[in-house]
T-cell receptor, first 114, second 112 residues
């Protein structure tokens, strides 16, 4: 069983909808990440939170809005998405800066934008 | 940004065979990880190995940071080893901490 839990597993949304992806970890990690993965491509970093503060935003469009309410939770709010945003969205966690630590991924949310 | 090249892009094996996957990177790194993505999309961390050698069962990995490459060895392959193997690296220093750049992956197919 993965130690990083993502919900929902699948999501279909229209271009005018607002939805949220959720991620939870209980490993005591203080760094959390959102990655996007298109079919047959490697994951691409979107956002990094360190100690609940946004530390890296890889020039992601504003229709993606991350939120880190506490050290265990990470959300990704979606609004006015485009069909090309359909992808697997992966959450990950690790120890933050200064502590060498592997990245642990959740099972992902497979998003389809219609 | 840093370039990460993995080879071979595709690999087909018979069950029981051994294989070596390679990851070359273009800059100094202090973070290198190997992942396996199974056919259902689950990404599993195999090794955190910015330098040196590690072994875990039938898998082992070696990173020679000074020469900017890492190798993943799979021995006595099984059908469950099928999937995509990714190498991911992070640059040494500063504001780039936490940013991992993934290679394009090696697609491994193990036939029974």
């Amino acid at each position: 069983d993965t130690e990083v839990t993502q919900t929902p597993k699948h999501l279909v949304m229209g271009m005018t909808n607002k939805k949220s992806l959720k991620c939870e970890q209980h490993m005591g990690h203080r760094a959390m990440y959102w990655y996007k993965q298109k079919a047959k491509k490697p994951p691409e970093l979107m956002f990094v939170y360190s100690y609940e503060k946004l530390s890296i935003n890889e020039s992601v469009p504003s229709r993606f809005s991350p939120e880190c309410p506490n050290s265990s939770l990470l959300n990704l709010h979606l609004h006015a998405l485009q069909p090309e945003d359909s992808a697997l969205y992966l959450c990950a966690s690790s120890h933050p800066r200064g502590i060498r630590s592997p990245l642990h991924f959740g099972n992902g949310t497979r998003l389809t934008v219609t | 940004g840093i370039q990460v090249e993995q080879s071979p892009p595709d690999l087909i094996l018979q069950e029981g065979a051994n294989s070596t996957l390679r990851c070359n990177f273009s800059d100094s790194v202090n973070n290198l990880q190997w992942f396996h993505q199974n056919p259902w999309g689950q990404l599993i961390n195999l090794f955190y190995i910015p330098s040196g050698t590690k072994q875990n069962g039938r898998l082992s990995a070696t990173t020679v940071a000074t020469e900017r490459y890492s190798l993943l060895y799979i021995s006595s392959s099984q059908t469950t080893d099928s999937g995509v193997y990714f190498c991911a690296v992070g640059l040494a220093g500063g504001t780039s901490y936490g940013k991992l750049t993934f290679g394009q992956g090696t697609i491994l197919t193990v036939h029974p």
